[in-house]
């Protein structure tokens, strides 16, 4: 069974760093697009950051560019999202996704690219 497992978020106070990991279990993520999405109660889910299978190319949303850093290991089969200098407008339930990738495409933060999910992990930056 094909599944994505987030974990690393929690209550950060502002300013501060927290670091979301994905793990992939019973697939490659190698073969994978991987994204980062986050989505508040009641809005649409946006994308944060991507990247390719590969790993040699990567995009980031224009509010977080400079501040987050998305990474993979291969040898762990997981992708991570490296968050900086937060904000309480970085407050969300982020999720991974993954996108089979046989052509080898940039990867791209739209959300209906996307074919695998995981179930989320909640984001909170409050003094």
């Known amino acids: 069974q094909l599944q994505l497992v987030e974990s690393g978020g929690g209550l950060v106070q502002p300013g501060g760093s927290l670091r979301l990991s994905c793990a992939a279990l019973?697939?490659?993520?190698?073969?994978?697009?991987i994204g980062w999405f986050r989505q508040a109660p009641g809005k649409e889910r946006e994308g944060v950051s991507c990247?390719?299978?590969?790993?040699?190319?990567?995009s980031y949303a224009d509010s977080v560019k400079g501040r987050f850093t998305i990474s993979s290991v291969n040898a762990k089969n997981s992708v991570y999202l490296q968050m900086n200098s937060l904000k309480p407008e970085d407050t969300f339930v982020y999720y991974c996704?993954?996108?089979?990738?046989?052509?080898?495409?940039?990867?791209?933060?739209?959300?209906?690219?996307?074919?695998?999910w995981g179930q989320g992990t909640p984001v909170t930056v409050s003094s």
């Open positions: 019973g697939f490659n993520l190698d073969y994978n697009n």
């Open positions: 996704a993954a996108a089979p990738n046989p052509l080898l495409s940039p990867c791209v933060l739209r959300a209906d690219e996307y074919d695998y």
């Open positions: 990247i390719s299978s590969g790993g040699g190319r990567t």
